[in-house]
Nanobody, 116 residues
């Protein structure tokens, strides 16, 4: 059974940095994608950054390009999201996910709050 556990969220002032981690357990096929999503109050969940386990190619939501970096440590089965130059609009619940065309798995989320 696949399980994802996020950590690293917290409260930070605008301009600050946070590093989110997602520990993954269970078997994940190589063709799965992994990524970070976020959901602000009253808004839909949106993709922030994704990475292909097969090719390593990455995708970033336009508003985080140049500020966020997604990476993974395969031996540790851990996915990271380095977030720099945080803005007020980055506030939300951040979820780690892994998926293919048929299955999708989510973590429980970690809260990120950016204040002025």
């Amino acid at each position: 059974q696949v399980q994802l556990v996020e950590s690293g969220g917290g409260s930070v002032q605008a301009g600050g940095s946070l590093r989110l981690s997602c520990e993954v357990s269970g078997y994940i096929p190589r063709n799965y994608y992994m990524g970070w999503f976020r959901q602000a109050p009253g808004k839909e969940r949106e993709a922030v950054a994704t990475i292909s386990r097969n090719t390593g190619s990455t995708y970033y939501y336009d508003s985080v390009k140049g500020r966020f970096t997604i990476s993974r440590d395969s031996p540790k089965n851990t996915l990271y999201l380095q977030m720099n130059s945080l803005k007020l609009e980055d506030t939300g619940m951040y979820y780690c996910g892994t998926w293919d065309a048929d299955y999708k798995y989510w973590g429980q989320g970690t809260q990120v709050t950016v204040s002025s």
